[in-house]
């Protein structure tokens, strides 16, 4: 995925705030959030990543508040590009 896909910036600031590496977990959110804002899957796919994403965190696995904010802020994004 490139940096021009509209999840890049936030996903840079936050995956980090999570425990995670932008360059190794961005690229399965965007994979799945298409550039122009669609889900390429379906909203099945967006919690398979996150739980993806929540097992591999180092400090924030247990913390189910932060992803459900974390997709719900996903969410926003997506809205955001419509």
């Known amino acids: 995925m490139s940096d021009d896909h509209f999840l890049s910036e936030f996903l ?10 932008f360059e190794t977990y961005g690229p399965y959110v965007m994979g ?3 550039s122009d804002g669609e ?3 379906d909203e099945g796919s967006l919690d398979d990543i996150l739980e993806l994403l929540k097992a591999s965190s180092e400090t924030r696995s ?3 508040d932060a992803w459900d904010n974390l997709k719900k802020e996903i ?3 997506i809205k955001k590009t419509h």
């Not at 840079?12 to 590496?21: A, T």
């Open 62 to 64: 247990d913390d189910d």
């Open 12 to 21: 840079e600031s936050r995956l980090p705030e999570l425990g995670l590496d």
């Open 39 to 41: 889900d390429d899957q």
């Open 32 to 34: 799945v959030v298409g």
């Open 75 to 77: 969410q926003l994004q």
